[in-house]
């Protein structure tokens, strides 16, 4: 159980106001060392944690299950999200759901691949996603059901598009398995992965 730490809140009281990643801040280095409870008000809810802040105390790692992060480099930037990520113009992400894993456990293990998760998240892409990566994604699948080289597509020009066709053939692998057509179109288009790689999950 958390014990109640009166020092602790008299310093974190005198630093509220100031910002926790400056160099000088008495913040960051007492959080680190006691790891507290931390809660995030937002407008959609509450979080509150109560796992230990990943470091010496963890090994090192992040604790299993529920914990938190601070990106000094993201909020410097002032960016409400990463660059990798395609949220539209004019808004901002305010939650992450992650639905199941067609390769993944909870815990991040390997696992057999499922289809049924699969095309679970396929359907929500359709409804919630990007029409135009989902469209691109489709027709490589239907190009490789069709024969069609490589050399029969315009590449997508732009950086999403290029990682939907990149995901499109890992999941194509995952789901259909490894052919020599399918090995001809990821020397053409995801030359920097290896054959095993599963950056990208097949529910993207």
């Known amino acids: 159980m958390q014990q109640r730490r009166p020092d602790l809140i008299a310093l974190l009281r005198a630093e509220a106001g100031k910002p926790v990643t400056d160099h000088d801040s008495r913040a960051m280095p007492a959080i680190l060392k006691t790891h507290p409870h931390r809660v995030a008000l937002t407008r959609i809810g509450r979080v509150e944690v109560f796992q230990k802040i990943g470091g010496p105390d963890t090994g090192g790692v992040s604790p ?30 305010v939650a992450g759901l992650h639905p199941e894993s067609p390769i993944m456990d909870s815990l991040g ?72 057509l399918l090995l001809r179109w990821r020397a053409a288009f995801d030359r920097e992965s290896n054959q095993s790689e599963d950056a990208d999950t097949p529910g993207h």
């Not at 696992?111 to 679970?120: G, I, K, L, V, Y």
């Not at 994604?137 to 597509?153: S, V």
């Not at 990149?166 to 999941?171: F, G």
């Open 64 to 93: 299993v299950g529920p914990h938190t992060h601070v990106l000094p480099q993201l909020l410097r930037a002032r960016r409400s999200h990463s660059a990798n990520t395609p949220i539209p113009e004019g808004l901002v992400p």
């Open 109 to 180: 293990a390997d696992r057999d691949f499922d289809r049924a998760a699969f095309d679970a998240f396929q359907h929500m892409l359709v409804a919630w996603g990007d029409p135009a990566r989902h469209n691109l994604k489709a027709e490589i699948w239907y190009m490789l059901a069709a024969g069609d080289p490589p050399d029969r597509i315009d590449p997508p020009t732009d950086r999403f598009g290029r990682a939907a066709l990149r995901v499109a053939l890992r999941q194509a692998e995952r789901r259909d398995g490894a052919s020599d």
